[in-house]
Structure formats: C-alpha cells, structure tokens
C-alpha cells in the first residue's frame, strides 16, 4: 500500500473537533431501519444526518475549520463555494461566531438552499450566485478570494475539514457496541469518506468502507480507476449535493489508499429511493441523502446477515423538485415513455389512440402536438405512463399496425430533451 501524500487526521485531533462542535452540531442518531433490514436479511442502520439544525453533516467540517481561523482571519472575512449543504454550514457559522462571509454558489441551486443560507447567515453573508455547477462556483470563489484577501473555507480538501466530518465516524462507532461489517458513504468532493475512513482505519480497521456516488457524476470513481485525481468533462448536476468535476486531492489520496470499493448508482434508482423513503418511511431527504440505501442493492449477498450502516448525509429538498424526482423514478424504471405519434389524417384517429391503442391500465400524462397549426392529423409528443415495462412492447406492436408510431425518444436524450 503506498504512503498517503497527505497526513490523515489523528484521533486526538478528531475528538478535538468533536469537542469543539459540542453544542453546535448535534450527534445524531444510528436508527435501526426495521424495512431495509428485512429487505436486505441484515440489520441495516441509517446514520441520521439529515436530522442536524442545518439539515445535513456540513455543518461538522464548516464550523470545526471557522474555530480554528485566528482573530486576524475572522477579521478578514471568509469565503466558500458550496452547491448548498456546505453554503448553510458557512453561514451558520458565520453567524455564531459573527464573521462576514461571501458565499458563492451555482445559479441552479434550488431556491429551498439559497433560501436556508439566507436564514442561518443572517446580516453576516453575502450570496452571489455563478454558473451552472459547483466548479463554475469554486472558481469564481476562489478568484474573488484572491482578489479581496479572503480566508477560503474548502467544503472537502482541507485538513480541518475532513477532522470535523471525521466525527461522523467517531459518533457511529460510539452509538453501536457490535463490530459493524460495513458502512455506506456518499461521495461528492470526498471529505466525509476520507473523514470516515481516517477514523475506522484506525479504530475498526476490519470494517470495509463503501463511497457511492452518482453515475452521472462519477469523479472519484473515475479517478481511481485512473490512479490519479481526474476532472471530468461533463457531469449531471441533478443530484447537486455529490455532483462535482473533480474531488479533493487530500480526499481522493486518502480513498485510493483505504477504501474498500467505489460505486456509482443512477440518478433515476436514487429518485425512486426518495420516493420510498418518504412514502415508506417518512424520511426527507435530497438527492445525495439516498446515495447510500441506492447502492444497497448492489451488495445484497455480500451484506446478508451482517452489520451495515448507510449515512444518510442530507435532507435539504426542495418540493418543487419532486415532479422532477417522479418523472426520473418512473423513466429508469422503464414506467414512462415518450413517443412521436403522427395521427393518420382520417376523422376520430385521436379517439381511436385512446380506444384502441392504449392498454387497459396505461395513461396519457404528456400530450404536446408538434405543429400547432394542424391538430388532430399532425405529429404530437406523447408522454404514456405504464403500469409494467412488460407493456411496452405490445404497446408499440399496436401503434405501428394502426400506423400512429413515428418515434420512440426515450433512447434519443438529445431530442428527448429539445421535445420534451
């Protein structure tokens, strides 16, 4: 195993943190999950860190590295680039231990967070909202930084950083007298993963550790697949709280060196994870907050009959993201399918789509005619919500002996999007 470049934290320095955020960021608790333990043959634990006042474990890293500023740095002002999550975590802080902050963050953050940061920084921050993704924001941060002579606060590649989301770890093997076989955890930028491993490296070293991250954005697994730290292209921003281009340097040395495996799931398995988890179980949680009971199902011999736990990392949702989060559950689950239908120019052919070429359990939710000069024989989009994916094939067998199917456009994503 090769040396790590950079020095993983030390417990001491870990109960340090832990002590230091006494009172501000709360231990919370390692829940039994009764369904997902029956689900999986295991017992399944649910690290809940979407229960903290901020709404996720941010706040660990971003208050532990704003205590150890000194009294000249806090009177500089610090600055940070977050997608959300580590933004409130700054802005808490700022507020509590009353230091201006300028919070850059990327302009299709969902309101709900911007909203949030508002409320914990209170008259202490400044929020300038840049790009379309986290990197667009890192960077316009740290320009700004150097500009003004700011004090930047990493959300991940920092030393005191990962010491504070290190206390995650620490709180897990604290709340559970059982050796725990394995523990979930999502992957954005790294620093919760090389904060967990760093401690259960040391203190339960036999326990594999597990990064998830979503396959859309799959920085750290790519990286690692490449033997070094590697910025992608492109990502998809819509699981935005582990969406970024390239992870910490620290955080990316420390995985490649402890963690056990590195996984990504699709954003469509994560949506209908949320779904179950709020109609099953009552629990609230973002995107990347279903990152770890996504990936469950990828280990499901491996885990039966051990001890595993997921840390569910954040909940801070916005309701208006749920159409969005239904729409990408059902397309991954192959419910929802869009189609150019062009209607034969003969009176009542609409009505005999819905007579006759519809299932008997499938519904009609999108309908946008393409030409909208010629309705009833033009060209249309048509959104159809089935009841099995075993229906679809019948579904177009018929279409194309009546000769309504142009299309079919969920396997053209370019045109799926112009159109739909």
């Known amino acids: 195993m090769a040396a790590v470049s950079f020095a993983m934290p030390e417990i001491a320095d870990v109960r340090k943190a832990a002590a230091t955020l006494e009172g501000v960021a709360a231990v919370t608790p ?5 369904r997902y333990s029956r689900m999986y043959d295991s017992r399944v634990f649910l690290k809940r860190e979407d229960l903290q006042e901020v709404r996720s474990y941010k706040i660990r890293g971003a208050y532990n590295k704003m205590r150890s500023l000194t009294a000249e740095e806090r009177e500089r002002g610090v600055v940070c680039a977050s997608a959300g999550n580590h933004s409130q975590g700054v802005a808490f802080s700022c507020r509590e231990l009353r230091v201006r902050g300028t919070i850059f963050m990327p302009a299709p953050t969902p309101v709900q967070k911007i909203d949030q940061v508002r409320m914990f920084g209170e008259d202490q921050v400044e929020i300038i909202l840049v790009g379309d ?23 991940f590649d920092d030393d005191k950083v990962i010491e504070g989301q290190a206390t995650v770890g620490l709180e897990i093997l604290e709340q559970t007298k059982d050796h725990l076989d394995y523990v979930f955890v999502p992957v954005g930028g790294g620093g919760l993963a090389s904060g967990i491993l760093s401690v259960f490296h040391l203190l339960s070293p036999n326990t594999r550790i597990i990064g998830v991250e979503p396959e859309g954005a799959p920085s750290m697994k790519t990286s690692l697949q490449h033997g070094i730290n590697t910025e992608l292209q492109e990502i998809d921003k819509f699981i935005d709280g582990a969406a970024v281009q390239k992870v910490g340097d620290r955080n990316f040395d420390i995985c490649k ?6 996984v990504t799931v699709p954003e469509g398995r994560v949506c209908q994870e949320i779904l179950d988890l709020y109609n099953k179980d009552a629990i609230v949680v973002e995107p990347a907050g279903a990152l770890t009971l996504s990936a469950l199902s990828l280990f499901a011999d491996e885990i039966r009959g051990k001890n595993v736990v997921c840390v569910v990392s954040g909940s801070n949702n916005d309701i208006t993201r749920t159409a969005e989060i239904k729409e990408r559950a059902l397309l991954y689950a192959r419910l929802k399918h869009y189609f150019i239908i062009r209607f034969p120019q003969r009176a009542g052919a609409l009505k005999e789509f819905v007579a006759e070429i519809l299932g008997p359990s499938d519904d009609i939710t999108y309908f946008q005619y393409a030409k909208k000069h010629a309705r009833e024989n033009g060209p249309a989009v048509v959104g159809i919500e089935l009841k099995s994916e075993q229906d679809l094939d019948p579904l177009i067998a018929r279409m194309k ?12 994503p370019d045109l799926f999007q112009y159109l739909v």
């Open 401 to 412: 002996e009546h000769n309504f199917y142009g299309d079919y456009l969920n396997n053209k």
């Open 133 to 155: 993704t986290f990197d667009d924001a890192f960077k316009a941060s740290m320009e700004y930084c150097r500009e003004n002579s700011k004090v930047f606060v990493h959300p």
């Open 30 to 34: 390692l829940m039994l999950s009764r």
């Open 257 to 262: 060196n402890f963690l056990y495996q590195m």
